[in-house]
């Protein structure tokens, strides 16, 4: 990122004929190679440059710069007058020419900041100065031209990713079973850069959309995917995996699996099968952020709906960011940020609640209390996606480091785990707390369990919701604590 030019903020010190002054930025080069180096990056019109000529150089004088006089002293800075709102730069990969000019600058004046750029001078060197930074050198646009090399092996990509795609007449987009967010927003992605829509290029997986939060996302942004039976990937000409690799599918995979044409995927790599182009990046987070990557390379517009498809799936991914993120992700993110629609997103994040439920909460509410730091809500009989929503508002009962909210969906007993992140992770204590009688898991401060009310009622009596309050808390009492 390049520093906005000529956008200096004009020193406002006095108005009107005397005393209006830009305020000027005055660099100081060590050394006529410095000077070069900073006479090439395009020294800006307003600065004003000074070098310092070393030992046995040729005092021959590299263009706009003006030797400064005496050396480096308090009295040569002295001389180029410096006032209230200039900014000095010292531009030196030498330690003690650093040293002297970060303190005779301070000598003369004490109240102009410092930038000092080197790739060789530690910070730790420097003396003691209210108002100094440090940063690199060259390594400056090393990281610039780094950056613009990954996108262009980015888009190096993209150019093969759509020369092989153009001639397939349809392309399936396959996820994996019960597709996540990471997955679909993915997958839409992919058909967006090749630039076709769903007759050609339908999302496909084996197993429906299930997951009432993943649901949310496919309606509130309007994204089909199709479900196929295995055999039906035969119709295919063209095969993309994204989120998922071929081997995923089972001991004896459908045999069209073996040879695709796309995979590109953020999960361990897997072998035993072929692709044509294979794109695995284990150390990201998600793989919305290699598509957004893709996407970001090849100028794509991304429109609003797209970038909310693609922050929700890094979001879920990477658990907001938390663990396992990469700096891949948070890039990506901070990009797609300023893109997505902070409506769209809040309708996935927070489906409209039936008022039924809300009737539910309001009961559970009026008897509401924090024992042993676990918030505990009882709700009945719920729509599923309700339960996670209850258990995000309970954690912020006073006290709670635990909120638990439960409720009878289908013929199980479902509840939504929340803990404030430092306490044991919520996973383990779910998986703790279904032993022997349902199903559960889930990450550090996020976990659901279920429970099949037949096997509730075997070991409970019945599942009135007095019995399935006391069953939790005690199971939770015992499994936060490490007793199971
Ligand atoms: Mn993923």
Known sequence: MHPARG????????????????ARRIILCDGVEAARLWARIGADDEETLTWVPRE????ARPPGFHALQGGLSAESIQKLNPKVGDEFA?????????????????QSAPEAPVLVLSDKVDGEDLPDHPCLMNTGLRSLIRDDVDTEFSHLSNLRRVVDLRALMAPREKLGILLQPDPDPDGIASAYALRALLGRKSPTAPLISFVEVKRPENRAMVEALGIEVRTVAPEEIDEFDGLALVDVQPTVFGESPPARLRSVDVVIDHHPERTGYDTVIRDIRTSYGATATILTEYLRAAAVEVRPKLATALVYGIKTDTQ???RETSRHDMSAFAYLHGLHSAALLRRIERPAMPHEALRALGRALSSTTVEDSIHLLVLGRVREDVIPQVADL???ADGAEWAIAAGLVGSDLVFSVRNVGYVRAAGEVVRAVVEGLGVGGGHRSMAKGIIPLKAFRQVYGDAKRDTIRKALHTAFVQAIRGDT
């Open 7 to 22: 956008g200096r903020t004009p020193q406002t010190g006095g108005s009107g004929a005397s005393g209006e002054r830009v």
């Open 56 to 59: 046995g150089e040729p005092r």
């Open 90 to 106: 010292v531009v030196s990969e030498d330690t003690s020419f650093t040293r002297t000019a970060v303190t005779v600058i301070g």
């Open 320 to 322: 907001l960011l938390g």
């Open 394 to 396: 309970g954690l912020q």
